[in-house]
């Protein structure tokens, strides 16, 4: 891995094409797995093989012979790379060292084949066996005064079964500090819809997108979080669909397309204009644009009549004459100063909206990541409602989710704030009392390391103390926790910075075959829009000391409660068991769980809304106010930007596939900062230049990232981007939704130090 020198040059060429299937091929010869690799990428995302680990866009309803994308093949060529990390590697690097290592050569060093042991008097990991590793957690687990001085993490790749033994272990055990990645990217979701519409879950399926007739895609870059989704917006502009993009950034898969598996289009170099009209909002605007609409609904509904829809408003909704009242509040000068878009261009895309009668509205982390990210998210389905959007072939809300089981994890009972109606039924399939208190959210969870109440960290995959917000706090938090495990596919930096003690136990990837006395069996993983789909691995195991995670939560929690009447062991062999009880905890959306799981399609979840039903308190769907036009804390200082922190086209949350980014022209560096033109002039600023950025917070804690080498871009005034997770030491641990726990990494409020050369 030589370094080679930084470069910065625009890429004009569509998205997806030829450049896609270039990458395609080179990371499977990268990680010498072209053949081995081509083969499981048939059997990726097809019926009897595995689900994708990268996203968790549902399959097409026909499938494809190769039904995956090039960011799905990235995250599969990773994880069946030929290279590995034998005992000899641990001897070679203390921990020392290793933190010293960029993420990206922590990530290329290859898969993990056996348990490990920190040593804190050589500074190295040395290998532990199984059982040792197990009764050491069960160990410090005993030991503890309190059940809540444990947290426990869930990653989204987490399958349903793992999951949900997980939540009844840890339950068990007697606390919800459940911090899970869903805390950092789509809570707004779980936590501010079910108040709206009574379900924190989008209200789509794969299918409305063949009866739309208009797409609105906010705060969303699919052509690098989702790129399976491209094939359904190409096929959507096919039919003259209009699709209105608003976003700060132009990413380029919205603006030129090229299908990779269209073979003509390929052949011909054909290209898909996709974006019909874009909406280039400042960082944070986007509250403005929905109220912007909204007014125009009410005003044309008082002139022209039949823009509301008012037979749906008045049969299913409650609130709307208080949503009115505020927006009359608002003006159209400041709507346009907090969006950056004039009245004009806000007036056409409402009308847009009016003319179509069945629109879905996509979101990404653009909307849910700010200090009001919940109540956001209430904005946009206010205007849902307005015409009667939900429960009609076409229409509906589409949080585009990130992880490929994220959601299913929290349907399957990792959340911190339980229902007591789950935790009954939870106490009587069990038969045990489990805890009612709300327990620490991902945020939460590194306060209570902070102040040293945490005094045990299990991470069920994912690299925690990379992803989350306050980056030095966060790693000198770890360092005062007891014992931190990490249960993990690849080595990562959540493996480097470590408590008192530390185990790194390797797992059974979700492309791997599992084998158990009971035969070969296969786990469940819950897509984006509510599918619940068979994953079998087809890869041998890239070590035979690999477990798969439910062994290994069934493992931890009989060495925690060795008086356990749970039959763990039992759940260990057969994976149906497993399923039969998530449906006894279920039985409204799981009823014949092992039965309907048969079918290699799957099924779909109960949705309320699709249904115009409303599981709220008062049998509606709401129309809910939120006061104003900032989702962010306003500061009034000529040199704040606000930044936001964004993932390049070869990243997979915090996972670094190579230090690309091809879609925006930057090669072999990820410290850069994208700037607007007339902003850099404003601060002496040119392309090339060096500088830091610090934030502008209320708190005395300095927060500076320095050598950031500036780009110009097309950025709104204002505005201001660069990468995750290299930016996160900007983002303070209490700038977040209050509501949903999620950090605000979507608009940090930050100021310009021009660096000397």
Request: with cysteine.
């Amino acid at each position: 891995m030589t370094d080679k020198p930084a470069s910065y040059k625009p890429y004009t060429h569509p998205a997806g094409g030829w450049g896609a299937a270039a990458a395609t091929a080179k990371v499977l010869m990268q990680e010498s797995v072209l053949v081995k690799g081509s083969k499981a990428l048939l059997s990726m995302n097809q019926p009897g093989g595995f689900k994708c680990p990268s996203c968790a866009y549902p399959d097409p309803k026909c499938k494809q012979t190769l039904e995956f994308c090039e960011n799905g093949a990235k995250a599969l060529a990773h994880e069946a790379t030929k290279f590995r990390i034998e005992e000899d590697f641990f001897s070679k690097y203390s921990v020392s060292e290793l933190q010293e290592k960029s993420d990206y050569w922590l990530e290329k060093q290859g898969r993990l084949t056996a348990p490990m042991r920190y040593d804190a008097a050589t500074d190295h990991y040395v290998p532990v066996s199984w059982d040792d590793a197990f009764e050491l957690i069960g160990k410090h687990l005993r030991e503890l005064d309190s059940p809540h001085q444990a947290e426990f993490y869930t990653s989204g790749r987490t399958p349903n079964e793992a999951a949900f033994l997980y939540s009844v272990f840890v339950r068990q055990f007697g606390t919800n500090n459940f911090p899970d990645c869903s805390n950092m990217c789509h809570e707004p979701t779980s936590r501010g819809l079910p108040p709206a519409i009574g379900i924190g879950k989008g209200t789509v399926i794969i299918d409305d997108f063949e009866h739309t007739e208009a797409i609105f895609i906010i705060g969303q870059n699919p052509g690098t979080n989702s790129p399976r989704m491209m094939a359904d917006l190409v096929e959507a502009r096919k039919r003259d669909v209009p699709i209105i993009s608003i976003n700060p950034m132009p990413e380029r898969a919205l603006i030129k397309f090229t299908s990779p598996q269209d073979v003509i289009q390929m052949a011909t170099f054909g290209t898909d204009k996709i974006s019909s009209e874009f909406v280039h909002v400042k960082i944070g605007g986007d509250l403005a644009i929905l109220k912007g609409m909204m007014k125009v609904l009410f005003e044309r509904d008082d002139k022209e009549g039949n823009i509301i829809d008012w037979a749906f408003v008045k049969e299913h909704t409650a609130g709307i004459d208080d949503v009115r009242r505020e927006l009359d509040t608002i003006s159209w000068a400041d709507i346009e100063k907090h969006s950056g878009i004039t009245e004009e261009q806000i007036r056409r895309i409402a009308n847009v909206y009016i003319q179509s009668n069945a629109t879905m509205i996509c979101y990404g982390m653009g909307l849910t990541q700010h200090q009001l990210g919940s109540q956001l998210l209430q904005q946009v389905s206010n205007l849902l409602l307005l015409k009667g959007n939900y429960g009609k072939p076409g229409a509906g809300i589409v949080p585009i989710r990130g992880h490929s089981n994220v959601q299913g994890d929290r349907t399957v009972g990792i959340d911190e704030k339980p229902s007591q109606a789950y935790l009954d039924q939870l106490g009587k399939v069990f038969d045990f009392e489990p805890p009612r208190d709300a327990g620490h959210h991902t945020i939460e969870s590194v306060e209570a390391m902070v102040k040293g109440e945490a005094k045990v960290f299990i991470g069920m995959g994912g690299n925690f103390i990379r992803a989350v917000p306050d980056t030095h706090v966060a790693y000198a938090a770890m360092a005062n926790v007891g014992l931190s495990v990490g249960i993990a596919t690849k080595l990562n930096r959540g493996h480097v910075v470590h408590g008192k003690e530390a185990l790194i136990l390797p797992v059974i990837a979700r492309s791997e075959r599992i084998e158990t006395s009971k035969g070969e069996q296969f786990v469940t993983i819950e897509d984006a829009m509510s599918n619940v789909t068979p994953s079998k691995g087809v890869l041998e195991p890239a070590s035979s000391h690999l477990k798969p995670e439910t062994e290994i939560v069934c493992r931890m929690a009989m060495a925690a409660l060795p008086d356990s009447k749970i039959p763990w062991a039992s759940y260990i062999e057969d994976y149906n068991l497993i399923r039969d009880r998530i449906a006894d905890v279920y039985p409204d959306i799981y009823a014949n769980f092992s039965e309907k799981i048969k079918d290699p399609k799957g099924f779909h979840l109960y949705n309320g809304p699709r249904e115009r039903v409303w599981h709220t308190p008062n049998g509606k769907a709401n129309f809910l106010v939120l006061e104003g036009l900032d989702v962010n804390t306003p500061i009034d200082d000529a040199e704040m930007l606000r930044l936001s922190t964004i993932r390049s086209h070869d990243q997979f949350n915090t996972t670094i596939y190579s230090n690309n980014d091809r879609y925006r022209g930057v090669h072999n560096d990820r410290m850069v900062v994208f700037m607007n033109n007339e902003d850099m002039n404003e601060r002496g600023l040119v392309t090339g230049d060096k500088i830091a950025l610090e934030t502008m917070s209320t708190d005395t804690t300095e927060r500076k990232v320095a050598a950031l080498t500036v780009l110009e871009y097309p950025m709104p005034r204002g505005s201001i981007a660069g990468y995750y997770p290299e930016l996160n030491p900007l983002l303070p641990l209490d700038y977040y939704d209050r509501t949903s726990g999620t950090p605000a990494a979507k608009s940090i409020p930050v100021k310009t130090l021009k660096e000397a050369v």
